[in-house]
């Protein structure tokens, strides 16, 4: 099987300014991400590529072993920019480069970097196992529920449920989860079959069972900082 790993990191941020290369418990953020792209390629005989449009993050991640030819086309790297588009524009660079097609992409998030290889493996075999599933994406259990304690405003003005239920307790309403934005692993078939979304028909979860979550605002980074310096997330990255 031919895989490629991507990681996306993307020069502007107004939430975070400079984010994907800001240092973290000692060293850039994008190096986590490099780091765990690097150990599927020694052990998975992938390859690891680099979308970017900043030329700093592009020597930063050289420093860090992950060197790339390629450059973000400016119309994949603005605010309205899908993450979809931007990965199949990589996919075919990289495909063209190395002269074969990859029958599986691994995609990286530089701002979600609480995962391991052993995360990335289950949830590849996972998705190996069911052979109609085009792909699978990591998540936790959510702590707030649409069918128990989420509310939204009906046409009338006021507000209900989000999803019709009589359930009196949390546990007894049907499990969800959130999106962690961790990873994503495709079939080559979500892009030739063109979908819109990571969210389709024929997806797959992969659930963390330790703690994961995005960097949205600085004091995500905080937190996220904490934790790292004082060893405190339970498992190893």
Known sequence: MNTLVTICARGGSKGIPGKNIKSIAGKPLIAYSIEHALKIVEERGAVAALSTDSDEIREVAAGLGLKTTYKRPAELATDQAGKIPVLNDLLQYEESKAGKEFDFLIDLDVTSPLRNVTDINEAFDALLAKQDAQNIFSVNPANRNPYFNMVEEDPDGFYKLCKKGTFVTRQSAPKVYDLNASFYIY???????????????????????????????????????????????????
């Open 187 to 237: 079939r080559k078939s979500f892009f030739t079959d063109k979908e819109p979304s990571a969210i389709t028909s024929r997806s797959l979860i992969h659930e963390m069972k330790h703690i994961c979550f995005d960097l949205d605002h600085p004091i995500d980074f905080l937190f996220m900082e904490y934790l790292l310096e004082n060893n405190k997330l339970g498992f190893n990255l």
